[in-house]
Nanobody, 125 residues
């Protein structure tokens, strides 16, 4: 099970920052790659970032590259998404997921076995 939370409130102004974290319980995160996904109102869920089991490789959607950073602390069984320079179009429900995707660079949902419940992020203009 994933327990996800935000540092700071869920509503932030454009240009602001927010950090999301997901802590796993009942399974060891270091067996899995971790992905962050988001779903905006009226849109399909999309992959935002992915990090390999060791943390040595990271992948980002073009829309967040240079602004978001995915990281993990396997000792704490926790994964993070640092979001900077937030834009109104980043508004969405964010989910973390763990699994063994064949091609993590595609930021797809295939192979993702464990999902967090999601947390709302709202960016005002």
């Amino acid at each position: 099970m994933f327990s996800c939370r935000r540092s700071g409130g869920g509503l932030v102004q454009a240009g602001g920052s927010l950090r999301l974290s997901c802590a796993a319980s009942g399974f060891a995160l270091d067996y899995y790659a971790i992905g962050w996904f988001r779903q905006a109102p009226g849109k399909e869920r999309e992959g935002v970032a992915c990090i390999s089991r060791s943390g040595g490789s990271t992948y980002y959607a073009d829309s967040v590259k240079g602004r978001f950073t995915i990281s993990r602390d396997n000792a704490k069984n926790t994964v993070y998404l640092q979001m900077n320079s937030l834009k109104p179009e980043d508004t969405a429900v964010y989910y973390c997921a763990a699994g063994s995707p064949r091609r993590p660079s595609l930021l797809g949902e295939d192979g993702m076995d464990y999902w967090g419940k999601g947390t709302q992020v709202t960016v005002s203009s």
